[in-house]
Structure formats: structure tokens, C-alpha cells
């Protein structure tokens, strides 16, 4: 039989030559990167991936993993409606979405011609007690009623500040 | 922790090395344990989930993954049981959710492990309804490779395999559940030089050659082991023919040579052998019209009998010579010299590449010493284009042992990126570079130290004041307690070569590691050339021409002795030392300056596999096998002595090279009995009777013995009686894992440790002019990458010079723009390339691009060149 050693002691002294702390910051760095130009363009992925001393497949392959960092572009608003069970029980999250296509012509996972906003569908915002619920950029809207949507959406429209 | 230890799988006892993993325990004990991500060269995972076992405890059992838990003391493993039976089913089912069954259509049906697996341990019925994912299934994941999406069962492998050995993580997955993909970053494919090693660990078909793909099915292949001849390394491999054409190559696994890896040349550059445009039938040149016309075998070695025998007796035996490729096997090269020394009677024989190269006899102590050694010194070899094996086993010991790395090179190389040193130098300082690394090494040492720096600075007179004194790099050699200094044919060519080699051994010795030096070559079988003394100046087995002993040895196994005085080098039969000369697979002639030379020539023989620019040359051109349809044995850069066994059908009429030459001698001999070469009676004349031809001989004297080799092992049987240390390399012997002849059996003679460095450094380029590196680059426009698949041969970079960014900023030149590049020795255009890797006030133009530009201007001769780019 044979054995490699080197299979039997992966993490030997040296071993990928990566710096595990700067591998560590790799979802902050992610997180900054995406402040900047709203989701995470090649370039800025590139970037970080040099920072780091990483490969950019293995910061494209972290990047695309978690719905929370975006790798195509989107609008300035992002508009993520929760399709998790308790927004699912409470009302539906397919009626706030399919009210929200409606009114700005967009199916989830699009944005407005215009680029302002992006409608999305996500899993579970850990706010269940107060379904059903959404997010517009970093702010939070709970206990949605269809009246609810609308005051968002026009104060959107109307170039309203959010988050 | 004890170093031994024993467990129970499935009530057999096995004892194995603490830290082993069940799963290698299992194989041990003769159990299988099926495995999908698990690989024996890639660190443990878990991805899969197929190697599921029992583990059996006090408090009843527990499921887990073989492949990553390792051996304890005690243990009780079961891999037999119900559950672990129903576990396998469900992962297969789970894992056959997405996946294709393109069994029929798909390259690996017929040795896919998930196939075999799914016979073995699967349900036997599928119970999914529902649609299955539909992915891209031809996803180039480089110019080379497709990955076929639907098929992949996210294992790893490559990703892994990839990281771990060629630390490149190019492939990564990427989304998340049921949508997770292998892929790379867009815009940059894989490019790893042995990436091509996924295809072969791919458990399924979802990595395909693009180059073999569609061409087999696995089972209908006669599969032969061979050995590459792309590069000195001589990895192992498999040559895969169906109805006469090879279709396709693997890796065959030797531990001391290639562990199971192999490099992209060596996999997928083998259409030259079964091209369309190969040699099928001899051509001579017809007297009337000029040009070559077909012809038979017996015409056209009738033809060269007649022509260089006509040659020798109207000017002498040193009016003709050979040059050979450094290419071809032991059988070929030796008998290319006998025939040169032992019939024609002269030492005129060379390589391309040979005797100007200060090369040393040895080779590379040993392969599997770079995994022991703890600082590798590289002096102008750049291992990851010219020998991309060697950079892989370099890689795996600085990532996995904490090696170091000392390159010294005009350009920063891609190993220069590891921990170590990197020291640029200009083409032609080298010598005084090392000169100046031993004295800082002596000086180090302290008194003694003293004198010898005292010494080097008087042998060194010109070197410019006292040398830098590299505080950081003397204390990395002293540091050092198994190095490696490993030298190429770049800084070994010319009287600066010589010197080079020489201040490296010094600096060598003053380490202690005199005998830890190597030279690794260009040509792949450029050991074995060597060591059949297909030099000048060299008899077979390194002896020199002037010694009467071993030229009488030879003799009696020749019935003639060769000559005592050396014979002309390759670059003096060029250029004119020369009336006859014969070459054996060599594109000499691509240099519109070599073809210029070799038309001056009364006659010229080429024998290759295409219609070269020299084989146009030629009077007559003689159609040789390539590698893969002849039986012979080629020796790599550790002396392992390597079988090449036929694996496919001669193309057309070709010949081995052996077996040519063999039928050329015996032609040769015939004419000689008769007395007369120049005259040749036609093919179909009767052979003259016996008794005729030994009255002839009679009166001759002492005569070449008959050549009587019916195959390449009988001619590998003499080898072992011209050449000591070949005495046991029996084909049989050889094996298919080959035989390392012994550096102690060669008393490498330290003739010129003491030879001063005579060379004044290389001055610094004026402002304007650039000092020329051609260091070689992996995909180049060498003669089998010209007749390679489309799909290879696309690789092939244009014509190109790169230049140090902050050069191109200060001359002001864009890159992009096409420069005329002149020096004393000739001027190309080049496209301008913007290369940080190379040094400011050089400028880097590859060995071997299409039209040779390099060579044009004077690169490879192993002098300084300045180059004045306009
Ligand atoms: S492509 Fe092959 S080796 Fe790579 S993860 Fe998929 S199945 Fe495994
Ligand atoms: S490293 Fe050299 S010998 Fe090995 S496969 Fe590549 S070219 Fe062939
Ligand atoms: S399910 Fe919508 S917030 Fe938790
Ligand atoms: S082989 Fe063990 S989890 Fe894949």
C-alpha cells in the first residue's frame, strides 16, 4: 500500500502558506467591499482576494455562498421579502411579493428599468414574531399590511431615505 | 502514541502506522471501502459521505466517514452491516438525483467509479420522478478541459487537487445547495501546468480531455506503459491506442519519479504521432528535377551508402558527421555513434544542445531528494516551464515541509513567489554572483574564510569592488542542512558556462554539499544521449576520445576502434567543418541562418517524423517512428534507465531509428565487403557471394564486426557492454518502473572545480539597449506542439518580448506595439508584452517562439546579448 505522509498530517508546518488570520477577515472584507459599489464587482473581488492572499475563485466561491453578498449588480434600493414559514403562515410572502411585482413591474430577482430598485425573495430575517416581513436596504419593515407596502413604496418612489 | 497500531475491520485484525486512515487500514486488510471524495494523494475531506462504516463502541455504534477518521488503538470498525448497506444505497441515490447517466456517451463509462459503485452497492431502482438539474455540459474550464456541470458529483478532487499540489486554486464551488457548481473566476481559467491530472482523478465523467475526448471507449484500448519524452523528467504514462491510433494519454503512477501526476504537455501533446502530415514513405532528391521525390527504403539508403561513402574516400572520414536530437532513446543515440565512429571512422558526432553545454554527468542526485532536501538552489532553470514535474515536487516540499527556495535568475520566476531568496542577475554575472555568494559563505566561517576570499577576489579581478554581501542569503545556505543546486542549460553554455558551473560547485563545496549539484537538460532524453557518448570529445560512458584503453574496449566489441582525436562540435559541422552531413531528428534548420549553412553542404540526410525545414533540405530523408511506435529505453535527469515499449503501428513506412540505422550499417558494410561504397549496384542486384566478400576483407585488415540487431533489446544488450554502468539495464530488468544507474559508479573526475571565472561581469545595458534572456516557456512552438491537435496548438503564443514595466514607461513604449529588436547577430519584430517578472534592462523573449526570434538574435549561445529595441 502506499502512503503518501504528507496525507496523513494535512496541516504541516506551512501547509498552503495561507495566513489564517487574514483568511479570517475574509467575510468583513466582503462585507466593506460590498459597501462601496452596492454588490461585489470582479474587481473589488480581485482585490480583496490579493489583500488576503487567496485566490479570487476561492474569494468568488465564499462571495457567491451567501445570499447576503451579491456578485451582479443592483439597485440602489433592495427590496428582500421574507419567504420563510412564519411570513409563509402569517399572511404570505408571496402576496407582498406578488403586490410588490405588481406595483413596480418587477418579478423578484429583478430590478426597475430606471435601476432604483431590486426585488428580491430571501429565507428567514429572523424577525418571526413580528411577520410578515421585509427589508429595504438595511432597514427593517415588520407586521406588513398592504397599506404598510404602499406608504414604503411611495416614500421610495418619492427618493426617500433609506438606510 | 504508539507507532503501530491495531483494529478490527469486520473481525480481521490489521496492524498499521498511527495517524492512518481507516479507510487505508480497510485497504490494507484486503476490505473495500467505497469512496467518491476520498483520494490516496489529496488530504482527507469528508465530502461524499459514501465511505460510511460502523464504528462499534461501547455505547453501541456510530456512523462515520472512513476516510476521515484515523486508526485508534482497539478500534472496531464494521463495514458489512445492514445499515451500513442501507446508508450506501440512500447515498447513491442521493448522489444519482442529478446526475446524468450519460453512461453511453461519456468518456469515463467503463472505468467511472460512480458506475461501478452503483452496480456494487446501489439501489438497483431509482425512485426520483422529478426533473433533474439541467447545467451547461460543456463548460470550458480551460482551452484544454470541459466540464461537463450536470455530471459532477461535487467531490473535490480537482478543487483539492489544484490546491494541495499545484497551489493554484483556480476551481472552487460555488453558490450554495442544490445550485452549487464547479467553477473558476470568470475570466481566468485554469492554467495550472499539470492540470490536466484532474481528468484522471475525476471520479466521474465530468472533467474531459478536449484533446482525446469522444476518440475511445475505455474498454476497446490496448494500453502500453510508456515513458513521456517531452523533458528530462521522463514521467511515467499509458499510451491508450484503438485501430492503430493513439488516442489518447494517461499518468502511470512512479513513486520516484512523477508520483501519479503528469504535465499537460506530456498528456496532450501527442498528435504528431499519428498526424496526417507524417513521413509514410523515404524521399531522395531526383537528380533531374531537384526536388524529393518517394522512394524505397533500399534506394534511399543505397543513396546516403554511396554519397557519404563518396565523400569519406575522396576527403577523409572528418569531412562528414552526425547531429542528433537529444530526444531520441539510448538505441538510437548509440548506434548513431557507432555508426559515425566505428564505420565511418570519425568522432564527428553531436547534439543539438550537447557539447556546448557545460552539463554534469550525473543528473539530478535523485527525484525523490527534493522532498528531503530543505533548500532547493535553482540557477537559471526556471522548473515550471521547462520541467513542470519538477516545480510540482518543489511546490509540495516548500508547502508541505517548509523548504526554501534560492533562485538565482535573470527573471523572477514563478517559484519566486515561496520563502527563500530571489536574486536577479544579468545574463552572463551568474559566475561572479556565486563567486561572490562563496566568499560571503567563507567569509562567514570565519579565519579560513578569510584566505579564501582573498583568493576569490584575485581570481576575480574585474568583478566591480567588494561584492554585496547578501547577509540574509549566506545565512539561508548556511542554514541549510540537505540543500540541492540545480543548474540548466541556460547558464551552462559557452566559456561562461563553464565558469558558471565552476562557482557553483565552489560554492557547493565551501558548504560541504559539493556532491549535491545537478544540471538538468533540455532535450528528454538528453542523460541518455550523454551517457551513449553521442559527443564530440566523449566516448559511450563518459570516457574522453584520447583514452587508448576504453577505445580498445571498443574496439574488440566493434571490431574497429574509434578515432583518438575529438571530433567537431555541432556548431562547427554547421558551420562549415563539414562536406556530408546526417541528421537525426533534429529541426536544425529552422534558423533561416542554420538553413543557410546546411545548403552549403555536398549532402544531407534527415531523418524524422515530418517534412522539417531541414528535412527540405536534404538529398535524402529517411521517415522515423516517434516514440510511441518503437520499442526503446530513454534515461531521465535522476540516470533511471526507462522502457518505451512500442504502443502503436508504425505509421506508413517508417522506421525506429535504431532499426534504420541498423539497416544503413548493414548497407554500409555490404559495400565496404565490395569494396565499393561509392559504386552501389542497384537494390535488386544479387548479394555478392560470401567468399568474394572475404577475400575483400581479408586484405582490408582489421573490419567492423556485422550489425546484427533484430531488436532495440539487443541493442540496449550491447549498450551494457560499451557502456559500465549499463551493464544490468536489461529490458527485462527494467521493469516498468526503470533502473537508476549509480552516480558512484561514474568517478565524475572534478576536472575544473579550480577554473577561474575569466569572464568579465556583463556591464550594465546602456540607456536604449536591453540585455537578452530566452528562457524557455512551457507552451512554445516546438516541433511536436506545431503538429499537435488544434485545440493544443492554439496555445501557441505569438511572437512576443516582454519588458519590465518601468522600462516600457521610461522608453516610452506602449505595449501592444510591434518593435524592431536588433542585434550583432541578427533583428525581428516583436509584439510588445509588459512582464513584471522580468528584470528592468532586460528584455525576455521565450526560447523557441514561432520563427525563432530569439535565436535570431543570438539567445542560447551563452554570451551576453544587447539588444537595441526601435
Ligand atoms: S469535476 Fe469531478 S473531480 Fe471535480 S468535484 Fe466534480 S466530480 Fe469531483
Ligand atoms: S514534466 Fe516533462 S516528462 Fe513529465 S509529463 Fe511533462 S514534459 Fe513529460
Ligand atoms: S420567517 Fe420571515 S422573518 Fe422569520
Ligand atoms: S469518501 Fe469519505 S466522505 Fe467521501
Redesign the interface.
Known sequence: ????A?????H??????VDPTKQAMLLSALYLAQEQAGYLT?AA??RVAQRLG????????VA????LFRIEPVGRYVIQVCKGLSCYLCGGAEKVADYISAKLGIRPGETTPDGRITLELVECLASCGTAPAMRINDQLYENLTLDAIDLALERLLEGGEHG | MPDQVTLTIDDVKVTVPAGTLVVDAAKAAGIDIPVFCSHPKLDPLGACRMCLVEFVGSRGSRLDTACTVRVAEGMAVRTNTEQVKAVREANLGFILINHPLDCPICDKGGECPLQDQTMAYGPGVSQFVEPKRHKNKRYPISDLILLDQERCILCWRCIRYLEEWEDKPQLGLFERGGETMIDTFPGQPVDAKTSGSIIDICPVGALTNRVARFRYRPWELKKTPSVCNHCPVGCNLRLDERVHALRRIVARENMAVNDEWICDKGRFVHQFVDHPERLKKPLVRDAQRGTLREATWDEALDRVVEKLGALVEANGPNTVGGIASPRVSNEAAYLFQKFFRALVGTNNVDFAGGSAVRAWPTGLSAITDIARSDLIVLVGFDPSEAAPLLAVHIKRVVLRKGAKLLIIHPRRIELAKYPGAYLPVLPGNEAALLGELAAAVQASKGVRGQEARGKQAARNPQSPGPGPQYPDVVALLAAAKSPLFIYGPDVARGERGRATVAALLNLATALGQGDKLAYIGAGANEQGVRDMGLLPDTLPGYAPVSDAAVRERLGKLWGLQPPAEAGQTCARMIGGGVKGLFVMGDNLAALPAVAEALRKLDFLVVQDLFLTETAQLADVVLPACSFAEADGTYTNLERRVQRGPQGIRAVGESKADWAILTALAEKWLAAEGRGDRSGVAPAAAPELPDWKRKKRKAKTGPAAKPWNYPTAQSVLEEIGKAVPFYATMRWEALGEGGLQWSARDLRVGVRDSGLSNTQSPTSNPRPGEFLLVSSPLFWDASLFMQYAADQVRQLIPAPFVALNPADLATAKLAEGSQMTLTSPHGSVILTLKADASVQPGTVWIPATLPGLPAETLGGGRGEPISVVVR
Open positions: 500500500m502506499t502512503m503518501d504528507a496525507r496523513q498530517t494535512p504541516a508546518p506551512g501547509a498552503g502558506l470582479p473581488i480581485e487567496l485566490s479570487p475563485g476561492q474569494v468568488y466561491s457567491s455562498f451567501y445570499s
